[in-house]
């Protein structure tokens, strides 16, 4: 058998402390060695002792100066995410990066040009691609199953909007909540998104408005192979976290539902009652988050292509950023109007 | 028992054939006394002896004429709604008038203002939102079961492309088709649309293209209310009739799944297969077609409001007319713009 | 066009109104020109009138006596069904009959063999047969898409027990309700019952058992092919008229779920809720009312074989005396041993 | 931190290496120290040395004369169980015994005993009781959801016959695969089975009836609480795994439907298409299988009672035995006529 592969995860917030136990539990050619937290305390240091973590740093460098290490999971803040990477792409780390590299797109350009410099391996943390259920309508797709494809539906809905303080740095809706479903419709249809046009408002809370974001959008896409697609986004679904995509083409259509914890239907004289969607990402998403650790590692140990490249981090933020600009400007903006 | 409502009907192609049948075989206190039929021929006269129908008319004016005759139905060529509207009101008859009135906003103008003068009972053939669905979501939404509406939704698909022919006079897909959309997402809101954004291809057929038209839409709204909503149309779903509607608010949904003729669902090695939706409209709608009628018969009778007024039939032609606007010139098109 | 056929209707209850409407209704070539009923009075009178009915009787001999009636629809108490289907058949009129043809073996054989003599049209009111789920679920195994059947189920549930008062004379349970049942599985399977076992109680009301019969029941069954069955019944399903198939064979299964007035699905943070089934079989099966007349006047017209004969009258009582047996005796019950 | 639990798995069959996979993956505090198999080979060597487990017997008496074991996983073949069961109680060891216990009652009276008299925790792999679906109808039921239970109904089809060797020495269908299926009435019901009939026949394949067992039946229940119930098996559902249950009482009913893959729906001019259940027991079950686990270690640790019994590891085996009887003498079996 192989030598192991070490594992740095950097950012232990919900999101690396979930990774580093799914490598843990999972995957046993893969070897959690160092944890790193700008914010490290007891309370990580034990945790990391239980999972048998051998490093528990403040400082990331100290991960990336570990030649032992092969590969970085970058989970900290987003403002430090292209730093990062440049800097692990330097120290020659494969990097798991999560979403978004940035919301500036000159940084995402130097981040991606040291990662094809150093020839490291790379991958974007949109995990939802590994989702049993749109990876299946993706399947279905390529298949041609809808035949060419029309129309691309996301119903992308959160069971609660975050603090205002959150908001406020954000980047905003579009590039914070919508860059999944951005990443999605590209999935989908295999197709780049050419025109957006951002139809928003603030309904949920009008703290969302004071803090220069809304919470309630209709995005209208077009795609370069002629398709036309739609994102609704909201903040609050009172009835938890829903997440629906339907595509339609000249074949046919697909359509899912949601998720839930269980199928049970109880009818009474009151009605017919069933479960709510499950409630949030953590919960929604728990198999595709493992999903694409397994193809991250799998193309770090047998040298293939990562499943979600530099390209697939950079388009849904140009994206966000002319969504952002249609909703400002009242009109329909080009993608190319932001990438000049 | 009061005298029975003796009723002319105005052209005898589909609609025009089953809103007579349903009026013979539902309406015990309602007599289809006479209809009229530019082209009328043999098969017409047969087909209204059977249903015991006294007089059969090659030109319209001779139910006008009839002192005897309380009402009529309208359901002609489009382009002649407006003038016999005009003309019915004058002599004094209640009015069911199929959609649209006109496509020319001064002809609309011109044929209400004579309903209103005539004092008349005017209703418009909207009838989907009689259907079971629809009508279940409005209430419930009227109800307040999901608060303050946030997003609204509507999926209308035809299963089937008209011909070319008809294509090039039916005044475009916004008018012909989306029409009904633009009415139910009214309906569904309680509110006026104040700006549309189109994004349109030609996906189907190049043919429709040629015609001038686009057979693939999506067509986001923004409401006086401060909704938003969004409509997507294709004129070939492979499946069949495709007619859904989702109302998403603050606390809360709403969607409905298309009608089915049976709900059998065979289970194989090969898969789970159900029916398809019900094939088209006048499957679809079967109920909705004898809902609409017993209420303006109900009106008339009664002297009761018809639940589609003249606004009603205004108001979704303004909006298709902003439609094709903002499609042509490829920006958002206010309401205002049209009315002006 | 041919000349009409001429009905008379005996019975005026629910069951006789109804197909006396469906009648007048829909079908053109079909005259309700008498109705009678033992209980005749005003509102009756009123109603027959209004329908434009000729006549109107206190005793059903009149229509019998009607050399112009070419059919009879026996709707009146089920212990009359029998004597008026013998004197019918002698009449040489075509008789719709309610089911049950009686409770009596002998009184079902002797109306039969009546009807056979005279050599008249015979079809027993079984009209779940016509429903469109079940007759889907028939068409689907005929065509051998669950292969040989193995397992049949169906689930019947009442929405209310019905008076203590009509309990007692019903007959009981089985050949109450669950003859229905016993028609729909040899209707699935195409295949004779040879025995039966019933595990029953009294768990809905008491005053049921005091009455002498049972309220919830759970009867197994054996085919002539070889296939196993299970029925379950309850007089009261809290949530409505629960009315669903199953059947499962070589090559897989076929289920069907109950109709709902309309697909509504409302999410709220208290869960998902959407529309109870159908009320009862007035609304749940109102449109297999009218298909089984349309077969019973097609087979008049036409000459041809009626789709429910004597013979689909005569087994669901002899199953539904065997389930009895079986419940009194605490074991299988063989259908031959009620035959002989 | 308290000091892990050492635990040895008895039997490495597919059960067993499940078992052992899910405590090295998921248990921080249970350590696998040794496993034990008759059959002990290079692959299952392999198989531990790669999740770190320290000893590899071929005599699982080395486990239970280690003094550091605290807990045994019996997942050997159902003869040794019983046998096993009474040496590791003796040598205090805690026990999670695969079911069934035996299937001759006086042994399973004896492992009882042994156990009770060592007063170490016992817990039977009932792992259904643990299901998401399942556990969710047993809380609406004790929760009053239903009011007082009627009728409850399970269906239970695997997806593909066992072979004719396994089905030779199984037990037959009752005690080998229903069993599970007593269990699971029991748990919803919360009531004990009284008495059983079993309709049953050999309709998947000959050779299962050749080798003296059915493969298709029907048991119906009578329970303590005056409810009644009803099972249906096969032993090839062509569709897949089939696993639903429903229980209905005075103020409802519940259902549950089958797990799948996904939810893409796939509507096409040829129908619509949904995904199949979940192939077998180890991916429908996969949650299950791990929750028994967490309730065993958490009752080891904490000094709890286990959530399933030695009563409940008998019962279903009583019921096994008078379903059997029942199908041989074709007449309804008290379970008190096994007891004596």
Known sequence: MSKKINVGVIGTGRIGKMHTKNI????????????????VNDEIREWAANLGIENVYKDYKEILNDSEIDAVLICSSTDTHSQITIEAANAGKHIFCEKPIDYDIERIDAALDAVKEAGVKFQV?????????FKQVRDLVEEGKVGDVHIVKVTSRDPEAPPIDYVKVSGGIFLDMTIHDFDMVRYLTG????????????????????????????????????????IDNSRKAAYGYDQ????????????????????AVLSTEGGVFSEKPKYFFI??????????????????????ETPVQGIDGLKPVLI??????????GRPVKISEIEL
């Open 125 to 133: 943390g949109f995990n939802r691609r590994f989702d049993h259920n």
């Open 24 to 39: 843990v539990n999972n995957f046993i050619n893969v070897n959690v060695k160092s944890v790193a937290d700008i914010f």
């Open 283 to 304: 919960e929604r998403y728990k198999d595709s988050f493992l999903t694409e650790l397994t193809d991250f590692f799998d193309a770090v140990e047998n040298d293939k």
């Open 244 to 263: 629906r995509v339907e595509v339609f083409g000249s074949k046919g259509g697909i359509t899912v539902s949601n998720d839930t914890n269980n199928s």
């Open 320 to 329: 966000g950023l002319a969504a952002t600009k249609s909703y400002k400007e």
């Open 191 to 230: 197709s780049e998104v050419e025109e957006v046009y951002t139809n928003a408002a603030v309904l949920v809370d009008p703290a969302i408005g004071e803090a220069g974001d809304v919470d309630t959008a209709i995005i209208t896409l077009k795609f370069a192979n002629g398709a036309i697609g739609v």
